[in-house]
């Protein structure tokens, strides 16, 4: 069984700054893309940030120069530095990584989530 694990949430005025944390555990062979996606109340999951297993990094056009997403592959783990923070990042953010288990089998797993909230 797999598990991911978010933390780092909470509240921050505009303008200020959060770091969220991923770490993923369980029966893992190996982690390919790791991500981080957002919902905010009355709108649909959208990506934020998603990182290769080398590294290769993209971002959603509203969230670049200001979001940085890392990993650390041995500790399986995966990060959203968020910097310069809007109102409108107000959402429920939610880590996702593509597994293989030690079986072979291959999906995508999501974690529970962590509340941002960006409001003076």
Known sequence: QVQLGESGGGLVQPGGSLRLSCAASGSIFSINDMGWYRQAPGNQREMVATITSGGSAKYAD???????????????????????????????????????????????????????????
């Open 62 to 120: 509203s969230v670049k120069e200001r979001f940085t997403i890392s990993r650390e592959n041995a500790k399986k783990m995966v990060y959203l530095q968020m910097n310069s923070l809007k109102p409108e990042d107000t959402a429920v953010y939610y880590c996702n990584a593509d597994i293989t288990l030690w079986s072979r089998r291959n999906r995508a797993y999501w974690g529970q989530g962590t509340q941002v909230t960006v409001s003076s």
